[in-house]
């Protein structure tokens, strides 16, 4: 049973920054591309980065050049590094693992972010 726990949110003002971290109970990390989506209420769950086992990124165009992605393998943790906070990032922030041997995702139960003033 592979388990995700999400930490690092909080509260910050408009322009701020926050690290959310998401550590994983897997036997193999390595095997595994991670991924950190967001969620607002009333609205469908949307990718914000991605990291595929072999390091190749991708992320939504509204976090490009603020948000950066990435893995340490060796300690079974992936984070995001959000800078330049906007109201808009405000949501429930969930760390997802996917399995490339069977292509089967995981979630964890998501760390709440919030920029206001």
Request: hydrophobic share 30%; proline share 3%; net charge positive.
């Amino acid at each position: 049973q592979v388990q995700l726990v999400e930490s690092g949110g909080g509260l910050v003002q408009p322009g701020g920054s926050l690290r959310l971290s998401c550590s994983a109970s897997v036997s193999i990390f390595s095997i595994y591309n991670m991924g950190w989506y967001r969620q607002t209420p009333g609205k469908q769950r949307e990718l914000v980065a991605t990291m595929t086992s072999s390091g190749v990124t991708n992320s939504a165009g509204s976090v490009k050049g603020r948000f950066t992605i990435s893995r340490d393998n060796a300690k079974k943790m992936v984070y995001l590094q959000m800078n330049s906070l906007k109201p808009e990032d405000t949501a429930v922030y969930y760390c997802t693992a996917e399995a490339i041997t069977t292509g089967r995702s995981y979630w964890g139960q998501g760390t709440q972010v919030t920029v206001s003033s």
